[in-house]
């Protein structure tokens, strides 16, 4: 029985390699396509892709060029090459801004730049893509049913980028003094981060590094600039309490408080 199975399967293997290959080496473009699809279908995207390259110049101009180039994107989404998927949607919206798949290509090259955002510690530019390309399927579509998608895919993506302001705030703090004022560094990147992600679940940690980068910076000051130094970390500590209330930095930020008030009474 299950040498009976194992023949069949080799000869459906056999037969299916055999019309790939005919597919590859014909010049009827048309069964070509047809193959494409078939391919698609089965799930067998690099060979789908392969096909369709050969067929999109071919098609350019006639009634199968449209869905041609959308087929092509759309197998290298499915094989998870998300930077080529991400080109050939961004041809086929920039060639058909009102095209049939026009709100699927713009929606699946942003989405494919999300699925392939690196790490945090990483370079960041795919990142940047991912959010430029989901906001202008926002723009585009604000009644899609894909609104919600895009948009918790956008504030992930913004969180990524804030994680990375974070680490390089934290980067510069933990440098100090080394070869120049690191704190102040640390400051100038996290304050940028708060601006540009304000509503990021990283804030609390960038606004309390901010409050622990002053009060070094005013701790390891030379006397006479400690009192004006410390009296900045004191509107730092306010600004800290008075949004995060119950933060459980709260206190260590009272420590770096009291220590400030004493710099400044005196």
Not at 31 to 39: E, G, I, N, S, T
Not at 132 to 153: C, H, M, T, W
Not at 258 to 263: C, D, V
Request: net charge neutral; charged share 25%.
């Amino acid at each position: 029985m299950w040498r009976y199975i194992a023949i069949v399967l080799l000869a459906l293997t056999v037969t299916s390699c055999g019309e790939y290959q005919k597919a590859q080496k014909s010049k009827d473009y048309n069964y070509k396509f047809d193959y494409a699809k078939r391919a698609f279908e089965q799930k067998k995207y690099v060979q789908a892709a392969t096909i369709l390259q050969d067929c999109i110049t071919v098609f350019k101009g006639s009634d199968k060029a449209e869905e041609s180039l959308y087929l092509l994107a759309l197998s290298h989404y499915e094989n998870k090459d998300y930077v080529s998927s991400g080109a050939y949607f961004k041809t086929y919206y920039t060639r058909y801004p009102k095209g049939k798949y026009a709100e699927m290509a713009r929606f699946y090259s942003g989405y494919g730049y999300y699925l392939d955002s690196p790490e945090p510690q990483l370079d960041q530019s795919g990142t940047v893509k991912a959010i430029e390309e989901l906001q202008g399927f926002l723009d585009y579509y604000p009644r899609s049913d894909k609104v919600s998608i895009a948009q918790n895919a956008i504030f992930e993506l913004q969180d990524k980028l804030t994680l990375k302001q974070l680490q390089n705030a934290q980067l510069y703090y933990n440098l100090g003094n080394y070869m120049g004022n690191n704190y102040e560094s640390a400051v100038i990147v996290a304050k940028n981060a708060i601006k540009d992600y304000p509503y990021s679940k990283y804030k609390e940690e960038l606004e309390m590094l901010i409050l622990k980068a002053r009060f070094q910076e005013a701790n390891q000051s030379v006397e006479e600039k400690k009192a004006d130094r410390f009296r900045d970390v004191i509107d730092e500590y306010y600004g800290f309490i008075t949004s995060y209330p119950d933060s459980p930095n709260r206190k260590e930020a009272e420590n770096i408080f009291a220590i400030a008030q004493k710099y400044v009474k005196e």
